[in-house]
């Protein structure tokens, strides 16, 4: 046997043994597009171009519930269940989850279990409703990011800035108050405020993340920004984590930091655009 011939052997043995990376990252499997197809008997709700694992699997639980009859209240397996059944990790599963929950499709009640949450939602789930999810999420992802770089940032910011930055950054306070009290609806460049801090800290590094957490903050719809565009409020906090860093106080600028990047506050404006969120206040006025 050549030495090409054992190379071929051994790539068709490694081949055999191992899943294509292609086939996991982008979920186009040909057999599970088919299966799916086959259990739901309608066209796949993911997202034309679309192919990452997540999105792959909220179709196939869709499909689950669709094929197996579930109806709303009725207990879904554990996560251990689908990751199997699926052939994914466990953290493409959760994303998928959490898309579903975000639309209404299933109902995660943590120490319990996963229930069906409304099995006409998960009929009339569309692309739109999955991008929005998504988009949710990527928000989501981006809050979380912000506090890490932020917090480094603020704090370096807090020791090394002089008085001459400290009253750069006050003028632009003061000018978007300005605006604020000209139009309410007055929007300032996304984290304008946080990219000066940043400059101040002198860390390159954490400038060029930040200005990539500027650019993905844009690329959300501006829909979403909107509706968790707090703007008044985080001009106060502003204000307030500018005074904390004149003093030095390094502790009090962290948790100034941390609770201007609150989870919590975004979750909430999340959960007002929901699906479930709107029929409930629908039900509540009687329209």
């Known amino acids: 046997m050549t030495n090409s011939q054992v190379q ?3 790539s068709g043995e490694q081949s055999d043994a191992t899943p294509s990376l292609a086939n996991e990252v982008d979920g ?8 799916s197809h086959q259990m ?3 066209p796949a709700i993911r997202p034309a171009g679309s192919g990452r694992v997540a999105e792959r699997v909220v179709d196939e639980i869709v499909a689950y519930i669709d094929s197996n009859g579930l109806m709303t209240g009725d207990k879904l397996p554990p996560e251990r269940v689908f990751i199997e059944l699926f052939g994914v990790g466990r953290s493409s599963l959760r994303e998928a989850l959490r898309v579903l929950s975000t639309v209404g499709v299933i109902d995660v009640r943590h120490g319990d279990g996963m229930y069906v949450a409304a099995q006409a939602a998960a009929k009339e789930a569309t692309p739109k409703a999955i991008f929005d999810a998504t988009e949710q ?3 989501r992802n981006l809050v979380e990011t912000r506090l890490g770089i932020e917090l ?3 704090t370096a910011a807090t020791v090394r800035g002089t008085d001459e930055d400290f009253d750069t950054l006050q003028r632009m306070l003061d000018e978007q108050e300005h605006m604020l009290g000209v139009d309410p609806d007055f929007a300032w460049e996304p ?3 946080e990219l000066a801090v940043v400059e101040m800290s002198g860390n390159s590094w954490l400038y060029e993340v930040e200005m990539m957490l500027r650019d993905s903050w844009l690329a959300l719809s501006s829909g979403l920004r909107s509706s968790v565009g707090r703007h008044q409020e985080w001009l106060t906090e502003h204000r307030a984590i500018l005074a904390s860093m004149r003093s030095r106080n390094v502790t009090q600028v962290q948790r100034l930091v941390m609770a201007h990047l609150s989870l919590e506050r975004f979750e909430e404006d999340l959960e007002s655009r929901s699906p479930r969120a709107k029929n409930k206040s629908r039900r509540s006025t009687g329209r």
């Open 8 to 10: 071929d052997s051994q």
């Open 28 to 35: 186009l499997s040909t057999a599970r597009i088919s299966t």
């Open 40 to 42: 739901t008997g309608r």
């Open 137 to 139: 999420n990527a928000l």
């Open 152 to 154: 480094a940032a603020t």
């Open 191 to 193: 984290l304008g405020f």
